[in-house]
């Protein structure tokens, strides 16, 4: 399993980004993929997850400005967030694991990807 994370950099309060998540290894059919991101001095926490017939969760903090979707022809899972915030700064890590229903909890998923840094600006 492999998962290769692409899309972070610097952006200005306001702006958006679209992260990708490269996914190989495994059939998606089976797995759930998963944003988390993890800030300067603060734990990981979960952003969203997305299961092989499109069905999302989303944390309820993060609600509004954060969209998950999925490419199957690709193998990509995508992060789109919308007029961020300083706060948002953080490494963005994907996260895939076997099977369903599984909520946002870190110990829930088996495989990371390396993360991507994401810097935004005031």
């Known amino acids: 399993v492999q998962l290769v994370e692409s899309g972070g950099g610097l952006v200005q309060a306001g702006g958006s980004l679209r992260l990708s998540c490269a996914h190989s290894?495994?059939?998606?059919?089976?797995?759930?993929i998963a944003w988390f991101r993890q800030a300067p001095g603060k734990e990981r926490e979960g952003i969203s997850r997305i299961e092989n017939d499109g069905r999302t969760l989303y944390a309820d903090s993060m609600k509004g400005r954060f969209t998950i979707s999925s490419d199957h022809a690709k193998s990509m899972v995508y992060l789109q967030i919308d007029n961020l915030e300083p706060e948002d700064t953080a490494v963005y890590y994907c996260?895939?694991?076997?099977?369903?229903?599984?909520?946002?909890?870190?110990?829930?998923?088996?495989?990371w990807g390396q993360g991507t840094q994401v810097v935004v600006s005031s």
């Open positions: 290894g495994f059939r998606f059919d089976d797995y759930t």
């Open positions: 996260a895939a694991t076997d099977g369903f229903g599984y909520r946002l909890e870190t110990y829930q998923y088996d495989y």
